[in-house]
């Protein structure tokens, strides 16, 4: 019973390794298909369409794939093919049984955090895409905030929502350290922005 113990302890903290390596930003788990036909199929550009308001990144760096039970797929012991920009996908007649087991997955959108060589400001969310976008623009935001400096060296756009990089969104912007940032309304698919917040890197 010992032994047990211990196996189940090891295989549980490596699990965990594996979820969390090198990712700092993972979408919730999906499960869009099941296996009742012919294979389970959680393809990325299917759960983008079908989930096109949770801004899934363009180009996920990993993926991460469970059983609806939450076993790892690689314990589960199935032939399967699997990739962060492809998705996930099981056939029923490449398994031993001939059916395959429901699974979920999700990607890993990674933050990308530019790099400041002096000190980040406060974050800034003056502005919200009620209206005819999201403008947080540099020149408005200085003179609201005085304390930010004249010429900053880079510029930090996330989305208010989950702390995401703002690319991770895959809307039309415009962003510079010495203009800020803003994204204009019409300029996208579903015609409404989505809510940002900026920070300045102040030598």
């Not at 499960?31 to 009742?36: G, I, K, L």
């Not at 949770?54 to 797929?73: F, Q, R």
């Amino acid at each position: 019973m010992k032994t047990f113990a211990v196996l189940v302890l090891a295989v549980v903290a490596c699990r965990h390794a594996v979820e969390g390596s090198n990712c700092n930003q993972w979408t919730k788990f999906y499960s869009r298909d099941q296996p009742t036909a012919t294979a389970d199929y959680e393809a990325l550009y299917e759960i983008r369409h079908e989930h096109s308001r949770d801004n899934i990144c363009a180009v996920p760096s990993d993926i991460d794939v469970e059983t609806l039970k939450g076993v790892y797929y690689r314990d589960a012991g199935e032939v399967v093919k699997i990739g962060p920009t492809f998705g996930f996908a099981c056939f029923n007649k490449e398994q031993p049984d001939g059916k395959c087991l429901d699974y979920k997955v999700r990607f890993c959108c990674m933050e990308k955090t530019p790099k400041c060589t002096g000190k980040w400001t406060p974050f800034y969310n003056r502005d919200s895409p009620s209206y005819s976008g999201d403008w947080e623009t540099f020149t408005e935001l200085r003179q609201a905030y005085s304390s930010i400096c004249a010429k900053p060296s880079a510029i930090d756009v996330r989305l208010v929502k989950n702390n995401a990089d703002y690319r991770t969104a895959n809307e039309v912007v415009s962003v510079a350290p010495s203009k800020g940032f803003w994204c204009q309304n019409k300029l996208q698919k579903d015609k409404y922005c989505e809510d940002y917040k900026v920070r300045f890197c102040c030598p």
